[in-house]
């Protein structure tokens, strides 16, 4: 035992010495390494993110709508659980005279006249109006069914407002896509903001050109594109188990986003 304890103690004794003379204290240990970012740090992968919780948003919202030349308007904007959506835009259609609203459901693609339209009188036509001069009476409201629901309205009588909250969100997921997209800024629009260019490879803009803002829930908060200026008035709120049409079903043809072009005056 003693011999035991004599080896211990001179063993510790040399540690202890070789520690003391002359050697330097161990580096303090590195600080943690910062947290690897844990989402995308481009602006399109920013975007994409976004957008994709947009895709799988269900809510009910409305947004002011101001564009030049016309009084600021509310856009009320439904994304119900079954995937049916409706967009409501008041002075949609005949160059601001008419509300209508465009709405995607099981049974297809409605287009809704939610104001009288005017009859345009036929000019080839003596008995289009009554004999005292009086224009025929506006076509009640309604919803024509244009499309099945994967279907798009005819040019002609597309406010295109609703591809805002439908048919651009897979497109801005897409980098395949002809666009170019950069951070930037909106006034009055909360979240982050997307400068959106279609680049020269895009015959046809696969979106329209602007900014597109989107908090991080895929709420759209503001867009200012050549259509107008879109800013998040209320919402989001809870979305309804699907959507119903705002007027019923009729048979007709969808009323166009102009005013249609006066004839010629017959007796100039």
């Known amino acids: 035992m003693r011999l035991r304890t004599g080896v211990a103690a001179i063993v510790l004794v040399g540690v202890l010495s070789a520690v003391g003379c002359g050697s330097t204290p161990p580096p303090p240990a590195d600080p943690s390494p910062s ?110 069914r244009v499309a099945d629901s994967t279907g798009a ?31 930037a800024t909106m006034q009055g629009a909360k979240g982050q903001c997307f400068s959106i260019q279609p680049n020269s490879a895009a015959l046809t803009p696969p979106v329209d050109a602007g900014i597109y803002c989107y908090d991080t829930d895929g709420t759209l908060t503001g867009a200012a594109l050549p259509m107008g200026t879109f800013l998040l008035a209320s919402g989001p709120g809870a979305a309804p188990p699907t959507v119903a049409l705002p007027a019923p079903v009729v048979p007709g043809t969808p009323v166009a986003t102009a005013s249609p072009t006066p004839p010629p005056d017959s007796d100039q």
Do not use: M
């Open 153 to 183: 309205l005819p040019a002609a009588a597309d406010p295109r407002v609703e591809y805002l909250f439908t048919t651009w969100l897979p497109i801005l997921t897409d980098r395949d896509q002809a666009i170019a997209v950069n951070n």
């Open 35 to 144: 947290p690897a970012p844990t989402g995308p740090t481009d602006a399109w992968g920013q975007l994409a993110a976004r957008v994709a919780t947009s895709q799988d948003k269900r809510y009910t919202a409305t947004y002011t709508l101001t564009s030049h030349g016309r009084p600021a308007r509310t856009v009320s904007v439904t994304i119900a659980a079954d995937g049916s959506w409706l967009v409501t835009i008041p002075g949609g259609a005949l160059s601001g005279t008419v509300d209508v609203a465009v709405a995607d459901t099981r049974n297809g693609l409605y287009q809704c006249a939610l104001s009288p339209v005017p009859a345009a009188p036929d000019p080839t036509d003596d008995e289009s109006a009554d004999p005292d001069g009086t224009p025929p009476s506006p076509a009640p409201t309604g919803c024509v």
